[in-house]
C-alpha cells in the first residue's frame, strides 16, 4: 500500500497534479460527517421511541437507552491541555513562523509547544493552530533544515490532510465507541444477533475511513514535503529527515546516562542533540541503510522516509529559498533556552525517576 501511494504520487508529481484534491480525500469526510451524524440520529430515535406510545414502558426503556446512547457518543469538543506559548512571550520566534507561512500563503501560528521529540508538529485545536517546536531536532539543525521542518509542518494546513483533520478523527472515536457498545458479547443469542448487523456496519465504516486516511494522509505527507521545499529546497528537508531517522541515538544516550552525574536544563538537551547531530560516519551509515532497507518511517503517519527522500530528488531546483540570518537565528535560541532548559530538567527527573 505504501508503495503504491509513493508511485501515485510520483506520478502526479510529474503530470503536475500533485497539488490536486483527490476522491479519496472528498470520501473520507463524507464518511466522516455521515458518522458524526449517527448520534444525533440515535437521540432522534431515542425520544421518537418515547413519545410514540407514552407512557408504554418498553417503548420507554428502549427509547431512553437508544438516546443515551446517543448521546454518550456526541463529539467532544477538542482541548488544548498542554503549556501553550504566544507571541507576547517569544516575539522573534513568532517572527520566523509568521515569516514561513506569510511566504507560503497560509495562516501563522497562534502558540507553539515546546516538545522533547526529535520532531515537529502543527497542531489545530478549535480556533488555535499551534506549532509544535522539538528542542532536541531544533538544536540538532542547522538554520536551513529548522526551516524546511518548519515550512513542511505549516503545509499541512494547505494541502488538506485528512489526518489532521479534527473532523476525521471524530468520525473515528464515534465508531470506536458504536463498536465498544454493539459489540456482540452479552452471551443472550437473539440480542446478540441483533446486535451483530449494526456492529458490523460499523465496523465496515470504520475499516473503509481507516483505509481512506492512511491513503490520503499518506499522499498529504508527499504534498507537504512539495509544498515546504519550494521555500526551503529539497536538499534541507532531506537532510532534516535523514536527522530525524537518527531518532534511537537519543534513546541510546539517554540509556547510557546516571541521574545523579548529569546536568539538566539547556545542558540535557545539548547534549541530546549533539548525540544526533555528531554520530559517527560509520553508524550514521548503518542507521540509514536500515532506513532504507526495511522502509521505516518517522511513525505510522508517514510514509517510509526512503520513498520520501526518493520523492524530493524529483522536485525542481528552487532559485531563492528562505534565509534566516545568524543573528536572527541566535535571538530566537536565547528566546527558547529558557523554555529549552525548563524541559531539560523534566528529561532528567524522568529519567532519576527510572533509576
Request: no cysteine; hydrophobic share 45%; proline share 4%.
Given at each position: 500500500?505504501?508503495?503504491?501511494v509513493?508511485l501515485?504520487a510520483?506520478r502526479?508529481?510529474v503530470?503536475?497534479?500533485?497539488?490536486?484534491?483527490?476522491?479519496?480525500?472528498?470520501a473520507a469526510?463524507?464518511?466522516?460527517v455521515?458518522?458524526?451524524a449517527?448520534p444525533?440520529?440515535s437521540?432522534?430515535?431515542g425520544?421518537?421511541?418515547i413519545?410514540?406510545?407514552?407512557?408504554?414502558?418498553?417503548?420507554g426503556?428502549?427509547?431512553?437507552i437508544?438516546?443515551a446512547?446517543?448521546?454518550?457518543?456526541?463529539?467532544?469538543r477538542?482541548?488544548n491541555?498542554?503549556t501553550t506559548l504566544?507571541?507576547s512571550g517569544?516575539?522573534k520566534?513568532f517572527?520566523?513562523?509568521d515569516r514561513?507561512?506569510?511566504?507560503m500563503?497560509?495562516?501563522?501560528?497562534t502558540?507553539?509547544?515546546i516538545?522533547?521529540?526529535?520532531?515537529?508538529?502543527?497542531?489545530?485545536?478549535?480556533?488555535?493552530?499551534?506549532?509544535?517546536i522539538?528542542?532536541?531536532?531544533?538544536h540538532?539543525l542547522?538554520?536551513?533544515?529548522?526551516?524546511?521542518i518548519?515550512?513542511?509542518?505549516?503545509a499541512?494546513?494547505?494541502?488538506?490532510d485528512?489526518?489532521?483533520s479534527?473532523?476525521?478523527?471524530k468520525?473515528?472515536?464515534?465508531l470506536?465507541?458504536?463498536l465498544w457498545y454493539?459489540?456482540?458479547?452479552?452471551?443472550?443469542?437473539?440480542?446478540?444477533l441483533?446486535m451483530?448487523?449494526?456492529?458490523?456496519?460499523?465496523?465496515?465504516?470504520?475499516?473503509?475511513?481507516?483505509r481512506?486516511?492512511?491513503?490520503?494522509s499518506?499522499?498529504a505527507?508527499?504534498?507537504?514535503d512539495?509544498?515546504?521545499?519550494?521555500?526551503?529546497g529539497?536538499?534541507?528537508l532531506?537532510?532534516?529527515l535523514?536527522?530525524?531517522s537518527?531518532?534511537?541515538?537519543?534513546?541510546?544516550?539517554?540509556?547510557?546516562?546516571h541521574a545523579?552525574?548529569t546536568a539538566g536544563g539547556?545542558k540535557?538537551v545539548h547534549r541530546?542533540?549533539n548525540?544526533?547531530?555528531?554520530?559517527?560516519?560509520?553508524e550514521r551509515?548503518?542507521?540509514?541503510?536500515q532506513?532504507?532497507?526495511?522502509?521505516?518511517s518517522?511513525?505510522d503517519?508517514?510514509?517510509p522516509?526512503a520513498y520520501?527522500l526518493?520523492?524530493?530528488d524529483l522536485l525542481?531546483?528552487?532559485g531563492?529559498?528562505l534565509?534566516?540570518?545568524?543573528d536572527k537565528m541566535?535571538a530566537?535560541?536565547a528566546e527558547?533556552e529558557?523554555h529549552?532548559a525548563?524541559?531539560?530538567d523534566?528529561i532528567l527527573?524522568?529519567?532519576?525517576?527510572d533509576?
Amino acid at each position: 500500500m505504501g508503495e503504491a501511494v509513493f508511485l501515485n504520487a510520483q506520478r502526479d508529481l510529474v503530470s503536475g497534479d500533485i497539488d490536486r484534491r483527490r476522491a479519496a480525500s472528498l470520501a473520507a469526510k463524507t464518511v466522516s460527517v455521515a458518522v458524526l451524524a449517527t448520534p444525533f440520529f440515535s437521540i432522534l430515535l431515542g425520544i421518537w421511541l418515547i413519545a410514540l406510545d407514552f407512557p408504554n414502558f418498553i417503548l420507554g426503556v428502549v427509547g431512553a437507552i437508544i438516546l443515551a446512547l446517543g448521546a454518550m457518543l456526541l463529539p467532544r469538543r477538542s482541548r488544548n491541555r498542554e503549556t501553550t506559548l504566544t507571541r507576547s512571550g517569544l516575539p522573534k520566534t513568532f517572527d520566523l513562523l509568521d515569516r514561513i507561512a506569510t511566504e507560503m500563503g497560509t495562516e501563522p501560528a497562534t502558540g507553539v509547544h515546546i516538545i522533547p521529540d526529535l520532531n515537529a508538529y502543527m497542531l489545530h485545536v478549535r480556533n488555535e493552530r499551534v506549532m509544535g517546536i522539538g528542542a532536541v531536532l531544533w538544536h540538532a539543525l542547522p538554520a536551513e533544515q529548522r526551516v524546511a521542518i518548519i515550512a513542511h509542518e505549516f503545509a499541512h494546513q494547505i494541502n488538506g490532510d485528512p489526518a489532521r483533520s479534527g473532523l476525521t478523527q471524530k468520525a473515528l472515536d464515534t465508531l470506536e465507541g458504536w463498536l465498544w457498545y454493539l459489540e456482540p458479547d452479552t452471551g443472550e443469542l437473539f440480542t446478540d444477533l441483533v446486535m451483530m448487523l449494526p456492529y458490523l456496519m460499523a465496523a465496515g465504516f470504520y475499516r473503509l475511513l481507516v483505509r481512506l486516511m492512511f491513503i490520503e494522509s499518506q499522499r498529504a505527507e508527499y504534498l507537504a514535503d512539495a509544498i515546504g521545499a519550494r521555500l526551503s529546497g529539497a536538499g534541507a528537508l532531506q537532510e532534516a529527515l535523514k536527522t530525524i531517522s537518527l531518532n534511537d541515538r537519543i534513546e541510546a544516550e539517554l540509556r547510557g546516562m546516571h541521574a545523579n552525574r548529569t546536568a539538566g536544563g539547556i545542558k540535557m538537551v545539548h547534549r541530546l542533540a549533539n548525540a544526533v547531530s555528531n554520530t559517527p560516519e560509520e553508524e550514521r551509515k548503518d542507521i540509514l541503510d536500515q532506513v532504507f532497507a526495511k522502509k521505516l518511517s518517522v511513525d505510522d503517519t508517514h510514509p517510509p522516509t526512503a520513498y520520501r527522500l526518493a520523492f524530493l530528488d524529483l522536485l525542481p531546483a528552487v532559485g531563492d529559498t528562505l534565509r534566516v540570518g545568524n543573528d536572527k537565528m541566535a535571538a530566537i535560541d536565547a528566546e527558547l533556552e529558557p523554555h529549552f532548559a525548563k524541559l531539560g530538567d523534566e528529561i532528567l527527573k524522568a529519567q532519576g525517576d527510572d533509576f
